[in-house]
T-cell receptor, first 115, second 116 residues
Framework: DARVTQTPRHKVTEMGQEVTMRCQPI?????VFWYRQTMMQGLELLAY????????DSGMPKDRFSAEMPDATLATLKIQPSEPRDSAVYFC?????????????FGSGTRLTVV | DQQVKQNSPSLSVQEGRISILNCDYT??????FLWYKKYPAEGPTFLISISSIKDKNEDGRFTVFLNKSAKHLSLHIVPSQPGDSAVYFCAASASRTNFGNEKLTFGTGTRLTIIP
């Protein structure tokens, strides 16, 4: 089965440090999403790309978060500087759009803990 | 502003009985709805979906019902099995009214526990 690969699976870092999370979408998928799971908000959309172009990053705190797709096989989400409130599980998902089947494939997530 | 709401954080159901998970939405532009299932330490996986032109979609033990006038959808699982224990997320998209808008808006999830 094709899968979305996220690294690292776990990250513990000190407040103020830079954090980079990586995602390898499924080959051939043209749309990539970054979601964050928190207890209060559920799954929040941070940013997404279609054909590597950013379409919506309104969910991201712009002053500290940045999302890029250097190439079709890699998406990155950076936090600089990190803060304790950024502690959450970050998911990457990919899909083929436009489509009326929104069964996007999610990665297993990166659990980030900022102390 | 939570546009997709799952008001029950948790639900326990006896094995073999019916599980009913509920979801409400506020954005009338939403026209495509999905349910995702999530096990611990894994990403969400797509379960079933429904377009706003339908009021019911069935796939094996899973049925999703959509009531557009009430802005409410529900997921029925029958019969419930221990492997169904997971967190279920409801999601919505405004695809038809904004073609190319691929993003999904998720609820906060309901933790379903099936009691053997």
């Amino acid at each position: 089965d094709a899968r979305v690969t996220q690294t690292p699976r776990h990250k513990v870092t000190e407040m103020g440090q830079e954090v980079t999370m990586r995602c390898q979408p499924i080959l051939g998928h043209n749309t990539v999403f970054w979601y964050r799971q928190t207890m209060m908000q559920g799954l929040e959309l941070l940013a997404y790309f279609r054909n590597r172009a950013p379409l919506d990053d309104s969910g991201m705190p712009k002053d500290r978060f940045s999302a890029e797709m250097p190439d079709a096989t890699l998406a990155t989400l950076k936090i600089q500087p990190s803060e304790p409130r950024d502690s959450a599980v970050y998911f990457c998902a990919s899909g083929l759009t436009p489509t009326f089947n929104y069964g996007y494939t999610f990665g297993s997530g990166t659990r980030l803990t900022v102390v | 502003d939570q546009q997709v709401k799952q008001n029950s954080p948790s639900l326990s159901v006896q094995e073999g009985r019916i599980s009913i998970l509920n979801c409400d939405y506020t954005n009338s532009m939403f026209d495509y709805f999905l349910w995702y299932k999530k096990y611990p330490a894994e990403g969400p996986t797509f379960l079933i979906s429904i377009s706003s032109i339908k009021d019911k979609n069935e796939d094996g033990r899973f049925t999703v019902f959509l009531n557009k006038s009430a802005k409410h959808l529900s997921l029925h699982i029958v019969p419930s099995q221990p492997g169904d224990s997971a967190v279920y997320f409801c999601a919505a998209s405004a695809s038809r009214t904004n073609f190319g808008n691929e993003k999904l808006t998720f609820g906060t999830g309901t933790r379903l526990t099936i009691i053997p």
